[in-house]
């Protein structure tokens, strides 16, 4: 299984997420926030839209400005950690293919941006990471459930909390 910038995310987030999402368990398409996330997704960036796909890795908006940029939109920085390891990781990706990137996350309900840099010692984290993920999705069940303030919002948390 190839891993995906969103199983990165999950895996910083929670690895029950990331367990559940890795056998096909798709997200909650009525949940109120994954709604306002693809409505802000779409409106984002229409004019300089150019999603590039990596296999299964799907960046949301890639632009040249001198060098190239990768654009991770969020709808929120309440997850803003998770959100950077997902977006090194895409720039992790693009480094190993050869590519030099600089990359953004944008949070255009909040009108910021934040500038993102893959640095070595991220290269290491993502490694173990990576690793995990493999250890996580491997797993014959789901990790135990930990109550975290986000849960309550969480797509899946009918998994965890019924």
Same mark, same amino acid.
């Given at each position: 299984?190839?891993?995906? $910038? !969103?199983? !990165?995310? +999950? +895996? ?5 997420? @990331? ?8 997200? &909650?398409? #009525?949940? #109120? &926030?994954?709604?306002? $996330? *693809? @409505?802000?997704? $779409? ?20 632009? %040249?400005?001198? /060098?190239? !940029? !990768? ?6 920085? /309440?997850l803003e ?6 977006? /090194? ?12 990137? /600089? $990359?953004?996350?944008?949070?255009? *309900?909040?009108?910021?941006? #934040? ?14 990471? @990576?690793k995990g ?18 849960? *309550? %919002? ?9």
């Amino acid at each position: 299984m190839r891993i995906t $910038g !969103v199983m !990165v995310q +999950y +895996y910083f987030t929670c690895k029950r997420e @990331l367990w559940f999402f890795s056998r096909g368990l798709n997200f &909650d398409f #009525e949940n #109120e &926030d994954m709604l306002i $996330g *693809r @409505l802000i997704h $779409g409106e984002s960036y229409e004019r300089d839209w150019k999603e590039v796909f990596l296999g299964d890795v799907k960046l949301d908006v890639v632009k %040249r400005q001198g /060098k190239l !940029v !990768v654009i991770e939109v969020k709808k929120s920085s /309440k997850l803003e950690g998770p959100a950077k390891w997902q977006l /090194k990781y895409y720039l992790y990706l693009l480094r190993n293919a050869g590519v030099e990137a /600089k $990359g953004i996350i944008s949070y255009p *309900r909040e009108g910021r941006r #934040e500038r993102i840099a893959l640095t070595e010692e991220d290269v290491e984290t993502l490694e173990k990471a @990576l690793k995990g993920i493999e250890r996580v999705i491997s797993l014959e069940s789901p990790p135990l459930a930990k109550k975290k303030p986000y849960c *309550r %919002r969480c797509a899946y948390r009918d998994f965890c909390w019924v």
